[in-house]
């Protein structure tokens, strides 16, 4: 989407892909940043759709190096071991996005910037006027009275996600990779037949074959309720368990 959004107004976008095992290249980047001298740099932390978290010693050596403002984009931050909420407002070209989207409210639209106060007064005059609704604020609102539901729900996906990790990992044909996200992203034999199979079995999954070079037979698998996983776990094994 951030390609997509740059072209579409316009801007010219460099996207630099990461290191085959998903971590950041720090090189990469930063030469990336010297030769094109960005207005913007965009950063998932964690990322998607891979799910890891870059270094926080590599994210602050791009800001350092970046010339114009950096976007470090927080919408699976709630599943995450380190945030960069406690530096916004502090460093002036820094901004973290959050959503409620990945946190059960991805219909209501919401979600919010933070920065310092020069720079969220410069956004404020190009966000369109009234750009949330009353009704969505106070849905938003009201969800947030249940927060400790919601942390509570976060907490047990995340314990599902180390669950569900650990247990395909037993499987020598899947590749698996860190997740600080809801999802994990693996590299399986076939994606296409994994994600027909589940699919049949009524489970939909993110086939993420043909998305980027280094997604080859990559799928993303959201983390669900215990006994979803469950029924996922149970489809991976009927495939794989005797590979
Ligand atoms: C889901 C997602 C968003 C934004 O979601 P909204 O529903 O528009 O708030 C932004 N960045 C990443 C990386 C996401 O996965």
């Given at each position: 989407?951030?390609?997509?959004?740059?072209?579409?107004?316009?801007?010219?976008?460099?996207?630099?892909?990461?290191?085959?095992?998903?971590?950041?290249?720090?090189?990469?980047?930063?030469?990336a940043?010297?030769?094109?001298?960005?207005?913007?740099?965009?950063?998932?932390?964690?990322?998607?759709?891979?799910?890891?978290?870059?270094?926080?010693?590599?994210?602050?050596?791009?800001?350092?190096?970046?010339?114009?403002?950096?976007?470090?984009?927080?919408?699976?931050?709630?599943?995450?071991?380190?945030?960069?909420?406690?530096?916004?407002?502090?460093?002036?070209?820094?901004?973290?996005?959050r959503?409620?989207?990945?946190?059960?409210?991805?219909?209501?639209?919401?979600?919010?910037?933070?920065?310092?106060?020069?720079?969220?007064?410069?956004?404020?005059?190009?966000?369109?006027?009234?750009?949330?609704s009353?009704?969505?604020?106070?849905?938003?609102?009201?969800?947030?009275?249940?927060?400790?539901?919601?942390?509570?729900?976060?907490?047990?996906?995340?314990?599902?996600?180390?669950?569900?990790?650990?247990?395909?990992?037993?499987?020598?044909?899947?590749?698996?990779?860190?997740?600080?996200?809801?999802?994990?992203?693996?590299?399986?034999?076939?994606a296409?037949?994994?994600?027909?199979?589940?699919?049949?079995?009524?489970?939909?999954?993110?086939?993420?074959?043909?998305?980027?070079?280094?997604?080859?037979?990559?799928?993303?698998?959201?983390?669900?309720?215990p006994?979803?996983?469950?029924?996922?776990?149970?489809?991976?094994?009927?495939?794989?368990?005797?590979?």
């Open positions: 989407m951030y390609r997509v959004n740059a072209e579409f107004f316009g801007l010219n976008y460099v996207g630099v892909p990461l290191h085959s095992d998903f971590t950041l290249d720090l090189e990469a980047m930063l030469a940043i010297h030769t094109h001298q960005p207005a913007l740099v965009f950063l998932a932390y964690p990322n998607n759709p891979t799910g890891g978290r870059f270094e926080r010693e590599q994210m602050e050596a791009i800001i350092q190096a970046a010339p114009g403002i950096v976007v470090i984009d927080e919408a699976y931050g709630a599943f995450s071991s380190d945030s960069f909420l406690r530096q916004a407002g502090t460093i002036d070209k820094l901004v973290v996005l959503t409620l989207s990945k946190i059960g409210f991805a219909g209501l639209r919401v979600g919010y910037a933070a920065g310092a106060p020069a720079l969220i007064h410069e956004l404020r005059k190009i966000i369109p006027p009234y750009n949330v009353q009704l969505n604020l106070a849905a938003a609102e009201f969800a947030m009275k249940y927060r400790p539901f919601i942390l509570q729900h976060i907490n047990q996906s995340m314990g599902e996600r180390e669950r569900m990790r650990t247990a395909l990992r037993a499987y020598d044909c899947v590749e698996d990779f860190a997740s600080e996200a809801n999802f994990l992203t693996v590299r399986v034999p076939d296409q037949v994994l994600f027909d199979t589940l699919y049949a079995n009524k489970i939909l999954i993110k086939n993420l074959h043909g998305t980027h070079p280094l997604l080859d037979q990559c799928v993303r698998i959201t983390i669900g309720l006994e979803q996983n469950q029924a996922v776990l149970r489809v991976i094994d009927e495939l794989y368990g005797n590979l």
